[in-house]
């Protein structure tokens, strides 16, 4: 179950979104769907341009669309799937063997 969703904060997001982009570099494949949630809630509610008073900022919400797909392709190849026993598999292509039951 995600920890990110409707009841995040701002702050809840910008902090995972810090606290998981390291993701590639740990090998860490639950830091990177946890990075992808927070890009795609970020994407989605930050406003393309905020102003307040005389200034404004500008946001561009594809940087955002840009990372979560990076971090696709990364988790289709680094850990994209779950075995049976909820340990991260290496991705497309991974097969699960079980020996429960097996008799030698």
Known sequence: MSTLGSASSIEDLQAAYDDNASYEEDGDAAKARVFLTACRILARRLAARVQKGDGSVALDAR?????????RRW?????GTKTPDGTSGAGAGYTYIGFQGFRG
């Open 63 to 71: 940087k955002f669309e840009e990372q979560a797909e990076e971090a």
């Open 75 to 79: 988790l289709a190849v680094h850990g």
